[in-house]
């Protein structure tokens, strides 16, 4: 009898769940359920220092906005758990000691200065990796002295010296890697904590993970995997990488130019069905080329050799048009009112809006004029606006530039966040706060030069929009070359942007 297939998606909670997130675990979900297979969502909480539980809840909530279920997991547990690897550290130390008992693995105590002075001796030979294999070999009583000077240590995986490391890719074909061009991985930091590496093996592991769908980002990391698996002397998983989504630049989708937050697909009011199709429309093609169809189509008729290779466009006019579709075809008409209200004018966010417009509304009719921006993809722009007191759009960009990282620090998205940040956005650049930080903000927030309060408004939009249209607005002054960004962030990092702004435009 085959095995039951089982996919995971297994997202850290370091950031806003990511549009990448969505991809892969509709793929794992697509594959589990054309086999009729499980799907679990298990949590990669290894680096303490950035997940944070906030993240989390908004994954989860994101994947369920993008119709994914998941058969086991964090929220809804399952016979492998716990699915949280913070909760797991005692499984990881257990599998680590067994590759240091078979001697497979090692403690290594380089210092940061050692591994500073390998890089540059490898690097000089021009060769690959980091580690040049100094403590491999270290006898019992030498390692038993560090430790009894209590030296700090990582464990090293033993990668062999020389062969080479094969496996099949499910979209790709075969995959080789000379064992030289591996580094002896670590498995465990010396925090005691595991490495993404050992974690993700010895989970996909006793999860019973049969096959893995990822992105193509992890290929360099599979070889390391796949040794981890021998040295266990386990079976690895089928792999398949998906490619990369990239803009309609060809680049790397990033969030310093898109927004890549599913949260703000969801707050812009796509439906979800329309952002799951598009989703599943990346890296793969149905045939005859169909671009409209349900989960459940593709599911029905999924088939590996159709996932493409090269990278796939995520292009927000294509979604648009996808989008439309969904409306017409699945939105009643008899319906549509009850949407739009749910998505923007629902009655908690009007009851929060009515504060700011009961003083400043002369009749009813003033309503829309006054709070448009709130119900529009994006604001009109100019550069009149952007730029006031004859500032260059330059400037002006830094300011915008500048927000966006001072915001990002803080992660305070309140009215709170933003008036401490347009404050020190004031000082850093050495400008007036009314006269230019203020004006600038609405601008870009609204499209106007006056309306409701900045800082209520703000808070009203939410982080992604927020976001959104602060990117948007760079790319409409489109005046910041990627030489000046560096200079600025070089700047910022030293909380000295006074001189990038000439005196003269800011008179
Ligand atoms: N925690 C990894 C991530 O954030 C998982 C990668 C994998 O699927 O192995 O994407």
């Not at 680096?47 to 994101?62: G, L, V």
């Not at 939105?331 to 400043?360: D, K, S, Y």
Request: aromatic content about 12%.
């Amino acid at each position: 009898m085959s095995q039951k297939i089982r996919t995971r998606i297994a997202p850290s909670p370091t950031g806003d769940p990511h549009v990448g997130t969505a991809y892969m675990a509709l793929f794992n979900y697509i594959y589990a359920k054309h086999y009729e297979g499980d799907f679990i969502l298990r949590i990669e909480d290894t680096d303490q220092n950035r997940s944070r539980p906030e993240y989390e809840k908004a994954i989860i909530d994101s994947l369920k906005w993008a119709k994914l279920k998941w058969d086991e997991g964090v929220d809804v547990g399952g016979e492998h758990g716990p699915y949280r690897q913070s909760e797991r550290t005692e499984i990881y130390r257990k599998y680590c000691n067994i590759l240091l008992e078979k001697k497979l693995a090692y403690k290594c105590f380089a210092t940061q200065d050692e591994l500073k002075a390998m890089r540059a001796v490898l690097a000089q030979k021009g060769q690959r990796g980091g580690y040049d294999g100094r403590y491999r070999n270290l006898s019992a009583e030498e390692i038993a002295e560090k430790e009894s000077q209590g030296v700090p240590y990582v464990v090293r995986l033993k990668v062999p010296l020389s062969g080479e490391c094969t496996f099949i890719d499910g979209a790709r074909g075969q995959i080789t890697t000379p064992c030289a061009d591996i580094d002896d991985q670590i498995l465990m930091k010396s925090d005691g904590f595991p490495t993404y590496h050992l974690a993700n093996v010895v989970d996909d592991h006793l999860m019973k993970i049969n096959v893995v769908i990822r992105g193509e980002e992890w290929i360099a990391s599979t070889p390391k995997h796949i040794l981890l698996y021998e040295a266990f002397g386990w079976e690895p998983p089928k792999f398949i990488h998906m490619p990369l989504l990239l803009d309609t630049n060809g680049k790397k989708l990033s969030k310093r130019k898109n927004p890549t937050s599913i949260e703000y697909y969801k707050d812009q009011g796509y439906l979800q069905n329309a952002f799951v199709n598009f989703m599943t429309l990346m890296g793969y093609s149905m045939p005859g080329d169909k671009e409209l169809y349900s989960l459940d189509e593709i599911i029905k008729s999924f088939d590996i050799k159709r996932i493409g290779t090269s990278g796939a466009i995520f292009d927000r006019k294509k979604l648009n048009w996808i989008n439309q579709h969904y409306i017409i075809n699945d939105v009643p008409v008899t319906n549509l009112w009850n949407e739009i209200q749910q998505w923007g004018l629902n009655e908690e966010f009007m009851q929060q809006l009515m504060p700011l417009a009961h003083t400043r509304i002369k009749t009813f009719a003033d309503f829309f004029q006054l709070f448009d921006f709130f119900f529009l993809d994006y604001p009109t722009l100019s550069e009149k606006i952007l730029c006031p007191k004859n500032l260059t759009t330059e400037a002006s960009a830094m300011i915008i530039q500048t927000l966006i990282w001072i915001l990002e620090e803080k992660q305070d998205w309140s009215r709170f966040g933003l008036e401490s940040a347009s404050q020190d956005l004031a000082k850093l650049f050495s400008v007036n706060h009314k006269k230019i930080i203020i004006p600038i903000i609405y601008a870009v927030l609204t499209g106007k030069l006056q309306g409701p309060p900045l800082y209520d408004s703000f808070q009203l939009l939410k982080k992604h929009r927020v976001r959104a249209r602060l990117l948007h607005a760079l790319q409409y002054l489109d005046s910041l070359s990627n030489k000046k960004l560096t200079i600025l962030k070089a700047a910022y990092d030293k909380k000295e942007c006074a001189h990038l702004i000439k005196v003269k435009a800011i008179s």
